[in-house]
């Protein structure tokens, strides 16, 4: 696959392991580790992180909930989004660090392969993430999934961190320019 060709160049598989790390052994998560997250969180943004609102407390129970659950619900992604700059794609990516099995990465480049769509409208909705992470799961729940693609990015990108919901992002991010439509 051609969309593995140079991923040990991809500067962000370095820090990627270590946000991961941070909350491997992390049983319960403090205002502390939401407010230092959230920070390191924006070193893969674009933008610089505003807190929107002072919803802490909350945000760190609905944090400590994403570790445990399989799923968080709508009301508490919104909570988390209204105050992490009001942003999913931050939200999305703060819920993958610390629970990587269970939340892909969610933003623009990987909106753009699925739909060809990068408007934010589209891409802060919730319907709209939740309806992506079902596709994640779809995918690497795949009979063919682990030897054929899990496995074949781990040994490219020399993460051997990266989970099954970081790969298939990660091959999604990746080929945002060729889009679904032009894989399949």
Known sequence: MHYFDNLDK?????????????????KVLSEEDLVISA??????MPTILNFKNTNFNECVDILNKSK?????EKKDIEALKSLI???LVGTSKLLHFINPNKYAIWDSRV??????????YF??????????????????NHKNYENEIHQVYL???????????????????LSSEDGLSNII
Do not use: P
Not at 39 to 44: C, P, S
Not at 155 to 173: G, H, P, V
């Open 39 to 44: 920070n390191f969180t924006y070193a893969w």
């Open 10 to 26: 991809y500067t962000y598989d370095k820090s990627y392991y270590y946000f991961i790390k941070y909350f491997e052994n992390k």
């Open 85 to 87: 700059n009001n942003s």
């Open 68 to 72: 445990q659950i399989d799923r968080l």
């Open 155 to 173: 040994k490219k990108s020399n993460n051997q961190k990266a989970t099954k919901m970081k790969s298939i992002e990660q091959i999604m991010f």
């Open 123 to 140: 891409i802060e909705k919730t319907d709209v993430f939740f309806q992506y992470i079902d596709f994640c799961n779809e995918l690497i």
């Open 111 to 120: 909106s753009k392969f699925l739909s060809g769509v990068t408007h934010k």
